[in-house]
């Protein structure tokens, strides 16, 4: 008898113990997909109407031009979900880096054929652009004698997390993978910040083009230059992708610069032109038939989010 009661009672004591590690385990499990999920920068899908009908509510006219709009996607351009995209400075690039990645989209042509952790040293030495010490890291405002080398670090994420997302032909483990990356705000940052020295590498050597008159350049660079604020690549360093991811994002000449130098057709959707001409529009304009089409949804060239079809 004294047996039976000790085993009963060591039966009920483990059913206890594993009720409780169990419960345990959930809740650590719960509370790492909560942090997980508060970390993304690109977070999982949601319903389309479900997200217009939450973000619009009132009849105001602009919140029923936003229904409006958001009906459209879903009626005509059959969109059915959306992934918000965290809203800072860098929300474009984001929104546009991770398509690229999601989506297993390789390098352009142009950086197949050229080792891109050799471009700050080429602008620094090559082509006397000894004015790079003055580029600024978004939020983080740094200048000085060290930006060579925190720009080789940023290239070299760029190149090796590109390469390696780019390779796995799962789709699944791709989107595990963007998760993982998207999470890590450090890592993140030198992904755009490495974007951001591109455009100013492809702005030097169509600047360099333009005055030796060695071959046309795109119009894109026409309308850059014109701007008084971007007359030549120093002042558009300086006046411009300093505050990219600090106090300003990408404005529509530099998504036409985007779209060109990574060789895809950047369709935005913009919901504030609702019933204009400029509802839906290609960056750059003019692109090449093999590009690959990614999607964009803003209300307001400020923020962007990535439609789901």
């Known amino acids: 008898m004294l047996s039976m009661s000790f085993l009963t009672a060591l039966f009920w004591y483990c059913r206890r113990l594993y009720s409780f590690l169990a419960q345990l385990l959930k809740r650590w499990s719960n509370y790492l997909q909560r942090q997980l999920i508060r970390n993304l920068s690109v977070l999982p899908e949601v319903d389309l109407l479900g997200y217009s009908a939450r973000e619009w509510k009132g009849e105001t006219k602009q919140a029923k031009q936003m229904r409006e709009a958001y009906e459209e996607l879903f009626k005509s351009c059959h969109i059915k979900y959306l992934r918000q995209v965290r809203r800072d400075n860098y929300s474009v690039v984001r929104a546009v880096l991770f398509q690229i990645f999601s989506q297993g989209i390789p390098f352009p042509s142009w950086m197949k054929e050229r080792d891109i952790l050799k471009l700050p040293e080429k602008l620094l030495y090559s082509q006397g652009c000894n004015w790079i010490q003055q580029y600024s890291f978004g939020p983080e405002r740094y200048t000085g004698p060290n930006a060579f080398g925190k720009l080789r670090k940023c290239m070299e994420a760029l190149k090796t997390n590109?390469?390696?997302i780019s390779a796995t032909r799962d789709h699944e483990e791709r989107g595990r993978m963007c998760n993982t990356l998207f999470s890590d705000e450090s890592k993140e940052y030198?992904?755009?910040e490495a974007i951001k020295f591109i455009m100013l590498y492809e702005v030097v050597e169509a600047y360099e083009q333009i005055k030796s008159r060695d071959e046309p350049v795109h119009n894109l660079f026409?309308?850059?230059f014109a701007r008084d604020s971007s007359s030549d690549p120093l002042s558009f360093m300086m006046n411009?992708?300093?505050s990219i991811g600090d106090s300003i994002g990408l404005d529509?000449?530099?998504l036409f610069l985007l779209g060109y130098l990574l060789e895809v057709k950047i369709?935005?959707?913009r919901l504030h032109r609702f019933n204009t001409e400029e509802f839906k529009v290609n960056y750059p304009d003019e692109y090449r038939r093999e590009w690959n089409e990614i999607s964009l949804v803003t209300e307001d060239d400020r923020y962007y989010h990535i439609p789901l079809f």
């Open 240 to 242: 411009h992708l300093n």
């Open 190 to 192: 030198k992904l755009y």
């Open 162 to 164: 590109w390469a390696e």
């Open 222 to 224: 026409s309308l850059l």
């Open 267 to 269: 369709r935005v959707y």
């Open 252 to 254: 529509q000449v530099e």
